[in-house]
Antibody
């Protein structure tokens, strides 16, 4: 059974940093492209960024609102995905979901999400 | 960036009725890289349809997707009580973007 479990969310002040983790199991993590998607309270889904498998180059892509502030990385030896968030803004407040591309060509598995609140 | 516009914003129907949800893209979605997700309150989204018309594993056949280019449709042939939720379309042909969602509510 595929499982994605996010951790690391919490309350942080504007300008601060936070690192989210996503522990993956039930599939070959090293082969999977992984993404982060966020959802502000009461709002829709917003793609944050992705990291390809090392076989496919291991490169990253980001949405415009987070480019230059957020960094996605992976540790295939630990089956873990990371999201390093710097220079946080109040508008980054959201539930952050870890997602994987395993069976289909798109985001077919999702974690339950972790809440990040940016507030003074 | 490809912008996806979903309509209507809210759809009020009764169980047993047919639901038709629309998703329009600001430019052509390559190779029909268009997906649909269902999200219920307090839950993560669930993939329903990918490649515009292929059902994901375990999705009932009352859910169907169609369309190409810039116009796509999700149809639920006969609504069950558990189908009332928010639905999002997503394109994954050029990075990734989501529509703003359609809320399907009980009439």
């Amino acid at each position: 059974e595929v499982q994605l479990v996010e951790s690391g969310g919490g309350l942080v002040k504007p300008g601060g940093s936070l690192r989210l983790s996503c522990a993956a199991s039930g599939f070959t993590f090293s082969n999977a492209w992984m993404s982060w998607v966020r959802q502000a309270p009461g709002k829709g889904l917003e793609w944050v960024g992705r990291i390809k498998s090392k076989t496919d180059g291991g490169t990253t892509d980001y949405a415009a609102p987070v480019k230059g502030r957020f960094t996605i990385s992976r540790d295939d030896s630990k089956n873990t995905l990371y999201l390093q968030m710097n220079s946080l803004k109040t508008e980054d407040t959201a539930v952050y979901y870890c997602t994987s591309v395993v069976v289909t060509p798109t985001l077919d598995y999702w974690g339950q999400g972790t809440l990040v609140t940016v507030s003074s | 960036e490809i912008v996806l516009t979903q309509s209507p914003g809210t759809l009020s129907l009764s169980p047993g009725e047919r639901a038709t949800l629309s998703c329009r893209a600001s430019q052509s979605v390559s190779s029909s890289y268009l997906a649909w997700y269902q999200q219920k309150p307090g839950q993560a989204p669930r993939l329903l349809i990918y490649g515009a018309s292929s059902r994901a594993t375990g999705i009932p056949d009352r859910f169907s997707g169609s369309g190409s280019g810039t116009d796509f449709t999700l149809t639920i042939s006969r609504l069950e009580p558990e189908d009332f939720a928010v639905y999002y379309c997503q394109q994954y042909g050029s990075l990734c973007t989501f529509g703003q969602g359609t809320k399907l509510e009980i009439k």
